[in-house]
C-alpha cells in the first residue's frame, strides 16, 4: 500500500452509509455460545454464564444494537446525546471501515481477483490467494472499526471490568464488521447510564484492538497494509498501519505553568529540565525518531527526588510549560499525563491494564509525551514488600517492562519522569531504570531564600529589596556550573572514603582504566552499582556531551529548526556539539553514585529507626510487666 497518506473521500464513505445503517438497525450474526444464555438476570440486564461446556456449539443471534442503546432509558422517547453519538460513531465507523477495506483490496490482487471470482469460480492457488487476501481485507476493516470507535468515543470513566472481546469473524468485511458490532451490543447491553454506555464502549473498543493485535500473526496478507497512513479530516481520524492510537486527541491541557525563572533552587535539575523539552521539539515524525536518541544524551527515564516541599510539583509545572508552549508554536499535538494511586484498582489486573494505557498514550509517535508518575514509591511497590497491594506490583512490572523491556523503542519523541519524596522505597530494579537522578533540593543559599521569598510575596508592598541582586543566583549558566562543580568530590560520606581511597592508590583519573578502577571499587561498596548504572552514568555522560546550548530563535518559528526534515536538524545539532571531558566523567559518576549511597544510608537509617523503636517497646513493655507482676495483677 502507498505509504504516503491516503485521503479517503466523502464518496467513497457516503456510498457504504445505507449498509451501515442496516447493520446498526438489525443483524444476525453467527457465534460461539460459550455458555451464555440469552436471558438476563432480573433487575442486572446481564445475561447468566453457565460453568457447563458446550463445546463449539454456534448459533444465530439477532443484534439490534439500535435498541440496546435506547434501553439505556426506556422512559424517554428521544435519545440523549451521548446515546445519539454513540449509535452516529458506531454507523459511521463501520461506512468507514468498508471503505478503508475497499482500499485494501484495489491496493492489492483482491479485487482483480474478485471480478475473476465472480465470472467463474477460482480454482487451485488463484483460489486459495483469494481467500487470503479477502480474510486480511476483513481483519483490516475490523481493526479499523475498533480503532475509529477507540479514537472518537470520548469517556472517562474507569473502564469496567466484565468486557469480553467479541467472537471474531474474518470471511469477508461485512463479517468482520458484523462480529464487531456484535461484541460491542454485548458489552453496552449492560450500561447503567448515559456516562456508563460510553465507559463501555470506548472499553469495549480497546479490548476488540487487543484481541485483533494477538491474532494478527494469523494473517499473512495483511502486510501491505502495514505502512498505510489514512486520513479522514472530517472526523480528525488517523489510521498509521496497526500502530494503536491512544484515542481521541486529549483535551487542552489544564496546568499552572511556572517559568523557569519561577523555580528557585534545583539549579541542575532546572537546568536539564529546559534542555529536556528541546530535545522533545527535535522529533521528526515523518522518521518517528529523535537526532538525540541517533547521537546520544535523549532523556528517556528520570527521577526526581527531595524532601517535601522542596519543589518537585513546580518542576513538573515548568517542563510542561516549556513543552506545552514549543508544541504550540510548532503546531504538534502534545500529550501530558500523569499516573497517581488513584489509578490503583482493587480488581485483579486492572492496575497493570491502567498503566499500560498510561505508558501507551505518553507513547503515541504522533505526538510530543511527557508522562509523570508522582510519589512512585505509594504507586509502585518494592517486589519484596509482602504488604504491597497486588495492583502496586502490577504496576511495578508494567514500568519496568515499558522502561528497559525487550520490547522497549525510546524514538525519542517522549519522557517519564518519576517523583519521590522517598526513593528508597522504590524498587531497585525500577529505580536503576532511571536515566538520570535529579536531586530536587530547593532553595539552599541566603540568595535563594531571599528570592523565593520575594516571588512568593508579590508586589503588594513598599518594603526595600535591601543589598541583593534579585534572581542573579537563578541565572542558570552560572548556577548550573557551580552546582557542577560541587560534584567534581563526592557528597555523601560512603562515596567519600571510596574516592579519598581511590585518589590515594591511583592519583587523580587520567585514563579510562583510571575512571574504570573507580567504578569497581563503588561497585565493591554499593552492591547496586552494577551495568545498568554504568550505562545511565554514561548516558548522562553523552547528555553533557551533548550539553549545547539551541538557540532561542529555533523555538521561536516552527521553519527555523522545528519543521526542518530529520538530517538537516541532525547536521544543526551535530554543529553545535563537542566532545566530553574527564571532569564530566567524575561529575557524572559522582553525582549518579551519590544519589545510590544516598537511596542506601536513608534506607539503613530507616532500617535503624525501626529497631531502635522495637528496642524501647520491648524495653517499657517489660517495665510494665514487672510492674504489674509486683502488684499481683500479672497472669501469664
Known amino acids: 500500500m502507498d505509504t504516503g497518506l491516503t485521503t479517503i473521500s466523502e464518496a467513497d464513505i457516503e456510498k457504504h452509509r445505507a449498509t451501515a445503517q442496516s447493520f446498526i438497525t438489525r443483524i444476525v450474526v453467527l457465534e460461539d455460545s460459550s455458555g451464555q444464555s440469552g436471558t438476563t438476570l432480573a433487575g442486572t440486564n446481564r445475561r447468566f454464564v453457565s460453568t457447563v461446556s458446550t463445546g463449539s456449539i454456534r448459533k444465530t443471534r439477532e443484534v439490534e444494537l439500535q435498541k440496546t442503546v435506547t434501553a439505556i432509558r426506556p422512559d424517554d422517547q428521544l435519545m440523549s446525546i451521548p446515546q445519539h453519538t454513540l449509535l452516529f460513531r458506531a454507523r459511521r465507523g463501520i461506512a468507514v471501515a468498508l471503505a478503508v477495506s475497499d482500499i485494501f483490496s484495489r491496493s492489492t490482487d483482491l479485487e482483480a481477483l474478485q471480478a475473476k471470482n465472480a465470472r467463474a469460480p477460482l480454482e487451485g492457488d488463484e483460489a486459495s490467494h483469494f481467500k487470503k487476501l479477502l480474510s486480511a481485507s476483513a481483519y483490516v476493516a475490523a481493526f479499523t472499526l475498533s480503532s475509529y470507535l477507540a479514537q472518537l468515543i470520548d469517556s472517562d470513566g474507569e473502564a469496567p471490568n466484565d468486557v469480553t472481546e467479541p467472537d471474531f469473524l474474518f470471511d469477508t468485511p461485512q463479517d468482520a464488521v458484523k462480529s464487531i458490532l456484535s461484541g460491542l451490543d454485548r458489552a453496552l447491553a449492560g450500561a447503567r447510564d448515559d456516562a456508563d454506555l460510553l465507559t463501555r464502549g470506548r472499553a469495549f473498543a480497546r479490548v476488540a484492538i487487543e484481541g485483533l493485535l494477538q491474532r494478527k500473526g494469523r494473517f499473512d496478507g495483511i502486510g501491505a497494509f502495514e505502512n498505510a497512513h489514512i486520513r479522514i479530516d472530517a472526523d480528525d481520524f488517523t489510521l498509521d498501519g496497526f500502530d494503536v492510537a491512544p484515542g481521541k486527541k486529549s483535551k487542552p491541557l489544564v496546568m499552572t505553568f511556572k517559568k523557569p525563572e519561577e523555580v528557585v533552587g534545583n539549579h541542575i535539575a532546572k537546568f536539564q529540565s529546559v534542555r529536556l523539552a528541546r530535545m522533545l521539539m527535535a522529533y521528526d515524525f515523518e522518521r518517528e525518531l529523535n537526532p538525540f536518541v541517533e547521537l546520544g544524551g535523549f532523556l528517556f527515564t528520570f527521577i526526581g527526588d527531595g524532601a517535601p516541599g522542596t519543589g518537585k510539583t513546580t518542576l513538573i509545572q515548568m517542563i510542561a510549560g516549556l513543552v506545552n508552549n514549543y508544541c504550540q508554536v510548532a503546531g504538534y499535538p502534545f500529550a501530558y499525563e500523569n499516573f497517581g494511586v488513584d489509578q490503583i484498582s482493587s480488581y485483579q489486573g486492572k492496575s497493570g491494564q491502567n498503566c499500560r494505557q498510561f505508558i501507551n498514550n505518553v507513547l503515541n509517535p504522533r505526538a510530543i509525551g511527557f508522562g509523570t508518575i508522582d510519589d512512585i514509591d505509594q504507586v509502585a511497590a518494592k517486589r519484596s514488600d509482602d504488604r504491597a497491594s497486588a495492583g502496586q506490583q502490577e504496576i511495578t512490572g508494567v514500568l519496568m517492562d515499558a522502561f528497559a523491556g525487550a520490547g522497549t523503542v525510546v524514538r525519542g519523541n517522549c519522557s517519564f519522569g518519576m517523583f519521590s519524596n522517598y526513593p528508597e522505597n522504590v524498587d531497585d530494579a525500577l529505580r536503576q531504570r532511571a536515566g538520570a537522578r535529579w536531586l530536587v533540593d530547593g532553595p539552599q543559599t541566603r540568595d535563594d531564600y531571599i528570592d523565593i521569598f520575594v516571588l512568593l510575596a508579590g508586589k503588594n508592598h513598599?518594603?526595600?529589596?535591601?543589598?541583593?541582586?534579585?534572581?542573579?543566583?537563578?541565572?542558570?549558566?552560572?548556577?548550573?556550573?557551580?552546582?557542577?562543580?560541587?560534584?567534581?568530590?563526592?557528597?555523601?560520606?560512603?562515596?567519600?572514603?571510596?574516592?579519598?581511597?581511590?585518589?590515594?592508590?591511583?592519583?587523580?583519573?587520567?585514563?579510562?582504566?583510571?575512571?574504570?578502577?573507580?567504578?569497581?571499587?563503588?561497585?565493591?561498596?554499593?552492591?547496586?552499582?552494577?551495568?545498568?548504572?554504568?550505562?545511565?552514568?554514561?548516558?548522562?555522560?553523552?547528555?553533557?556531551?551533548?550539553?549545547?546550548?539551541?538557540?532561542?530563535?529555533?523555538?521561536?518559528?516552527?521553519?527555523?529548526?522545528?519543521?526542518?526534515?530529520?538530517?538537516?536538524?541532525?547536521?544543526?545539532?551535530?554543529?553545535?556539539?563537542?566532545?566530553?571531558?574527564?571532569?564530566?566523567?567524575?561529575?557524572?559518576?559522582?553525582?549518579?553514585?551519590?544519589?545510590?549511597?544516598?537511596?542506601?544510608?536513608?534506607?539503613?537509617?530507616?532500617?535503624?529507626?525501626?529497631?531502635?523503636?522495637?528496642?524501647?517497646?520491648?524495653?517499657?513493655?517489660?517495665?510494665?510487666?514487672?510492674?504489674?507482676?509486683?502488684?499481683?495483677?500479672?497472669?501469664?
Not at 527555523?560 to 545539532?573: L, Q, R, T
Not at 534506607?603 to 520491648?618: C, E, G, I, T, Y
Open 462 to 636: 513598599k518594603i526595600p529589596l535591601g543589598e541583593h541582586d534579585l534572581y542573579a543566583a537563578q541565572e542558570i549558566q552560572r548556577a548550573v556550573t557551580e552546582a557542577y562543580e560541587e560534584h567534581a568530590k563526592p557528597q555523601e560520606d560512603g562515596l567519600e572514603k571510596v574516592f579519598e581511597r581511590f585518589m590515594k592508590d591511583n592519583g587523580a583519573p587520567k585514563t579510562l582504566a583510571d575512571v574504570g578502577t573507580y567504578l569497581h571499587m563503588i561497585k565493591e561498596a554499593e552492591p547496586r552499582f552494577t551495568g545498568r548504572a554504568i550505562k545511565n552514568v554514561t548516558d548522562a555522560i553523552k547528555m553533557r556531551a551533548m550539553d549545547i546550548e539551541l538557540p532561542d530563535e529555533w523555538f521561536e518559528k516552527p521553519e527555523a529548526f522545528m519543521h526542518k526534515g530529520y538530517d538537516e536538524k541532525k547536521a544543526m545539532i551535530e554543529e553545535l556539539r563537542g566532545p566530553f571531558s574527564m571532569d564530566m566523567v567524575m561529575q557524572e559518576i559522582n553525582r549518579y553514585a551519590d544519589s545510590e549511597f544516598r537511596y542506601s544510608d536513608k534506607s539503613d537509617d530507616a532500617a535503624v529507626s525501626k529497631l531502635l523503636r522495637d528496642a524501647r517497646l520491648r524495653e517499657r513493655a517489660a517495665k510494665e510487666m514487672e510492674g504489674l507482676k509486683a502488684k499481683g495483677l500479672w497472669n501469664a
